[in-house]
T-cell receptor, first 112, second 111 residues
């Protein structure tokens, strides 16, 4: 059984600070990793994906992947109240297998 | 929104009745999925499709069936709804670059 683990939170971060969200996965053969943001009552929204070890930056978001440690993280710089949401980590077994396994999500609250 | 719509958006039904949820996409993506989302469980895959008439089970497929007779439509059927199937149901597609996008969701209540 493939597992994706996230701290459920809530994680509270002051406005303007860096929010750090973490995710671990059990399947060492996993190839692609995704972060979704989900506002209450809305559908998940893809914000970042990463395939290679290291960092990938997109605006205020940075995804970090360490396959040796089976660990992926999302950093949100200059956190804004609009970043308050649940963040879902998802993992794909390998390219060509398009089934994602999701973590249960971390609820992030940005405190003004 | 990747051109995904779901209908109905909200439905209340009684135990034992059949229910069909529809997912429609406008961009001819090959892969389509049905998930349910429940507190404490996150998103769980019910069924998915990798082409017209090609479907397979996910991790929580019991009590659900699917059909895909056209590329753009993926139907989820609850043959005899139970209270445990009260949930929010999301349809999703995967693009050619392996990115998965979700529809707006259907909130189903079984009384």
């Amino acid at each position: 059984q493939k597992e994706v683990e996230q701290n459920s939170g809530p994680l509270s971060v002051p406005e303007g600070a860096i929010a750090s969200l973490n995710c671990t996965y059990s399947d060492r053969g996993s190839q692609s990793f995704f972060w979704y943001r989900q506002y209450s009552g809305k559908s998940p929204e893809l914000i970042m994906f990463i395939y290679s070890n290291g960092d990938k930056e997109d605006g205020r978001f940075t995804a970090q992947l360490n396959k040796a440690s089976q660990y992926v993280s999302l950093l949100i710089r200059d956190s804004q109240p609009s970043d308050s949401a649940t963040y879902l980590c998802a993992v794909n077994g390998n390219f060509g297998n398009e089934k994602l396994t999701f973590g249960t999500g971390t609820r992030l609250t940005i405190i003004p | 929104d990747a051109g995904i719509t779901q209908s109905p958006r909200h439905k209340v039904t009684e135990t034992g009745t059949p229910v069909t949820l529809r997912c429609h996409q406008t961009e001819n993506h090959r892969y389509m999925y049905w998930y349910r989302q429940d507190p404490g469980h996150g998103l769980r895959l019910i069924h998915y499709s990798y082409g017209v008439k090609d479907t397979d089970k996910g991790e929580v497929s019991d009590g659900y069936s699917v059909s895909r007779s056209k590329t753009e439509d993926f139907l989820l059927t609850l043959e005899s709804a139970t209270s445990s199937q009260t949930s929010v149901y999301f349809c999703a597609i995967t693009t050619d670059s392996y990115e998965q996008y979700f529809g707006p969701g259907t909130r189903l209540t079984v009384t």
